[in-house]
């Protein structure tokens, strides 16, 4: 069985930065393409980012793109979102995926495999 556990949220300023990690086990990591969602109150869950399994194709929504980095170390099995410059509209509850195959994956159906999510909150 597949698991994803994201850690690294928390409280910060807007204007900070913040590194989400989300660490994979019971599968074969490289196999899968990765990517981050996040999900505000009464909102839906929103695409953030993905990267593909070789770790050199990334693809990000408008509203992170410049100020988000996502990588992976596929020899520890870990998934990254680099937040810079966070606001107050970057806080919500932040999902790493798991997705089979080579193509970027920008909707939730695309997944196969969840995390439980990590909250990030970004006081204005």
């Known amino acids: 069985q597949v698991q994803l556990v994201e850690s690294g949220g928390g409280l910060v300023q807007a204007g900070d930065s913040l590194r989400l990690s989300c660490v994979v086990s019971?599968?074969?990591?490289?196999?899968?393409?990765m990517g981050w969602f996040r999900q505000a109150p009464r909102k839906d869950r929103e695409f953030v980012g993905h990267?593909?399994?070789?770790?050199?194709?990334?693809f990000y929504s408008k509203s992170v793109k410049g100020r988000f980095t996502i990588s992976r170390d596929n020899a520890k099995n870990t998934l990254y979102l680099q937040m810079n410059s966070l606001a107050a509209e970057d806080t919500a509850v932040y999902y790493c995926?798991?997705?089979?195959?080579?193509?970027?994956?920008?909707?939730?159906?695309?997944?196969?495999?969840w995390g439980q999510g990590t909250q990030v909150t970004v006081a204005s």
């Open positions: 995926a798991a997705k089979r195959g080579g193509t970027y994956g920008t909707q939730a159906y695309d997944y196969d495999y």
């Open positions: 019971g599968g074969t990591f490289n196999i899968y393409g």
């Open positions: 990267i593909l399994r070789n770790g050199i194709g990334t």
